[in-house]
């Protein structure tokens, strides 16, 4: 099988209307004479005073539309519910159902219903709408992504289109060599946009030559993928990018450092398992075709130098604040590890290139458009924006050598092309001026595959589906027994599915940038990287899909009595006994076996008071691989009927009240 570009893996949504129903409601936005469409996974929003609902309508009052279906799991009824800051209706099988805030009961038919749900802010105020459902098997809860889905038509498959072609123009960054005037100015508007490519730095300390003239010349065959073009041809490009490959590597330092040691490769193969790497990347020597579409890394051998791998897994955004590569903050032991795996498993074989004049390189570098990328540069001799739109699928939107001339060479599929061609005769201008937080983190769970750890919207990550590589490639180690408080590698990863919802905004930014130095979940042989440059706005995204803003509400006094119920319903002695598995700040666990849980006492930074009640009420509902154990019934009691009269809702509350007054 033929990889996929990673810019239609990644990037963007399907652009095409959907014959079949898909996943999400599709919804339609509209303010004054503007609109436009998406589709959200979640029948939520959360638009602040003063922003726009969607890049492509204006800040203000605005209307939203979100059609599609609800799959109910059985005939019955059910309680539809909803949160909302301004005027909202919800009809089910073309019946109303639900007006304004508020919960009523609904029968729905087993299998899908169609559902229409309409939204109206003032544009004054915050605007946020939540809606879900609860029955007797199941708590109060947002729909779920698996239980909605919507049928495409051309004219959503045209505003996906639109969507696509704009975060291709970005990632490619066009503008840097395509003017226009009317353009935003960089740093502006959709964060993609205007990002500076790597720089230039030490490249001759950290890849080989021949490696970096065969790249210049020829991105895709070493990253079927790559953003990078080939920005060469005509019979003289492969000694122009010998020419630039010796101009970027002269003075060089000539190389010191040790070769990987192979004795360090079986506890870095570990380490590629145990990290996470195969869910991203393929092992070095691996051959054939890959179903899963991970990038190859046979090449890393004939690329890096040696010691420079090492120097780039300890610290990836180095060079490249927006690189996708996370940081694992890997200690100089591990990294060492890491490379030396990767080092001594790939290919062998030397790569050739001609021998380059660094001085013709230098006059190069600039011609070729080089600089208009990696340093920012403005452009000098290419068309202007306008006139590549004018010319259609000529130059660097062409398919085929004839009709691209001497410009750069993507590897774009053809839907890619007519989509990018599609946005750059649009207003260009207005679908960069402006972007939402739920979009960016709609595009960038695809561009930093956080799928290929997490369990997302009902699909299973990649990283899960390897487990047999993974234990092959932990057998590499001789076989170590395992001692209690040490981390497991088959534990399950968190899902990813309801994060938004259940993490506070400020306390997910420190973690995704990978600035929460305590970790979590200690069990989990792996580790969350940082992904710093994109956490802040990835965190307030995921929230906004979840209907959330950045700030939760402020809790009301504390009570002191019912605080003092909540430390006991904690215990043993009349309580739920959670201090078994979970450590509560200083007070470690009495006896956590083969189910430990996050220290309580993080509880109250982490997360967002709705989703402490909805674990609590069915911790299995939410994570049907949890050993946390469900202590309410159906009607929402629970057997500890000494305070509260055994209402859950109400203890559950009194041990988060206690657990506020901790601290980690």
């Not at 990644?10 to 919804?27: C, I, M, N």
């Not at 959200?40 to 939203?64: C, E, M, N, S, Y």
């Not at 159902?97 to 009961?105: F, H, I």
């Not at 890394?297 to 955004?317: F, Q």
Request: aromatic letters at 6%; glycine letters at 10%; hydrophobic letters at 40%.
């Amino acid at each position: 099988m033929k990889l996929r570009s990673l810019l239609t893996i990644l990037l963007a949504p399907l652009a095409t209307a959907a014959a079949e129903p898909a996943q999400g409601l599709s919804v339609t936005f509209e303010s004054g004479d503007r609109a436009d469409r998406r589709v959200d996974r979640l029948l939520a929003l959360h638009v602040p005073a003063g922003q726009p609902a969607t890049p492509w309508i204006p800040a203000g009052a605005f209307k939203a539309r979100w059609e599609g279906s609800i799959d109910a799991p059985v005939r019955g009824v059910f309680s539809l519910w909803a949160e909302t800051s301004g005027k909202f209706r919800l009809s089910v099988n073309g019946q109303p159902a639900l007006e304004g805030a508020g919960t009523k009961s609904v029968q729905l038919n087993k299998g899908p219903n169609a559902v229409v749900a309409e939204f109206e802010s003032d544009g004054k105020a915050d605007a946020f709408v939540r809606a879900g459902w609860a029955s007797k098997d199941f708590p109060r809860e947002a729909f779920p992504p698996t239980a909605l889905s919507h049928t495409g038509d051309e004219a959503l498959a045209k505003a996906l289109r639109l969507r696509e072609g704009r975060a291709l123009f970005a990632n490619l960054n066009c503008a840097a060599c395509h003017q226009d005037a009317k353009l935003p100015a960089k740093g502006t508007g959709m964060p993609e946009y205007g990002q500076n490519a790597p720089l230039f730095a030490e490249l001759g300390a950290k890849f080989d030559r021949a490696w970096l003239t065969r790249w210049i010349l020829d991105p895709a065959s070493f990253r079927p993928h790559s953003l990078m073009p080939a920005v060469l041809n005509g019979p003289d490009a492969e000694q122009q990018a010998a020419d630039l490959a010796a101009m970027l590597t002269q003075g060089a330092a000539p190389n010191a450092t040790p070769a990987a040691d192979p004795a360090l490769a079986p506890a870095g193969a570990a380490l590629f398992a145990n990290l996470g790497c195969v869910g991203c990347h393929r092992q070095p020597d691996a051959k054939g075709d890959d179903a899963l579409g991970r990038l190859p890394l046979a090449h890393v051998r004939v690329k890096w130098r040696d010691g420079a791998l090492k120097d780039y897994l300890l610290d990836p955004a180095k060079n490249w604040p927006a690189a996708r590569m996370p940081h694992f903050r890997l200690t100089e032991e591990e990294a060492s590890q890491l490379a030396a795996y990767l080092l001594t498993k790939a290919p062998a074989a030397k790569l050739t290139a001609k021998e380059g004049d660094a001085a013709r390189g230098a006059g190069l570098i600039a011609a070729a458009g080089c600089l208009n990328c990696h340093a920012g540069m403005p452009a000098t001799t290419q068309p202007p924006l306008a006139k590549v739109a004018a010319a259609g699928a000529k130059g660097c939107l062409s398919d085929g050598a004839a009709g691209r001339g001497r410009a750069p060479a993507y590897d774009l599929s053809g839907a890619e092309r007519a989509a990018l061609l599609e946005f750059m005769k649009s207003d260009v201008a207005a679908g960069l001026a402006a972007d939402v937080p739920a979009e960016f983190a709609t595009r960038n769970l695809r561009a930093l595959n956080c799928a290929g750890c997490h369990n997302l919207d009902g699909r299973v990550s990649s990283w899960k589906k390897l487990d047999e590589e993974c234990r092959q490639l932990r057998s590499l180690l001789p076989p170590k027994e395992h001692v209690e408080g040490e981390p497991v590698p088959d534990a399950p990863v968190p899902a990813l599915t309801w994060q938004g919802e259940k993490l506070r905004t400020a306390w997910m930014t420190e973690f995704i940038a990978g600035r929460v130095e305590d970790k979590p979940r200690w069990w989990l042989i792996g580790v969350m990287p940082g992904f710093t440059h994109h956490a802040p706005t990835l965190a307030l995204g995921l929230g906004q899909q979840h209907g959330f803003g950045p700030k939760d509400p402020e809790d009301p006094k504390p009570d002191p009595a019912r605080i003092a119920v909540g430390e006991k319903l904690l215990g043993m002695d009349g309580g739920f006994n959670c201090i078994t598995c979970h450590d509560v700040g200083e007070k470690e666990a009495t006896a956590v076996f083969e189910a430990p849980g996050i220290n309580l006492a993080l509880s109250a930074e982490r997360l967002r008071k709705g989703h402490f009640h909805r674990w609590l009420l069915n911790p299995n509902r939410l994570d049907p691989e949890t050993k946390m154990p469900k202590y309410a019934d159906g009607d929402g009691m629970t057997q500890l009927t000494e305070h509260f009269n055994g209402k859950a809702e109400d203890q559950f509350e009194a041990i988060r009240e206690y657990l506020n007054t901790l601290k980690k």
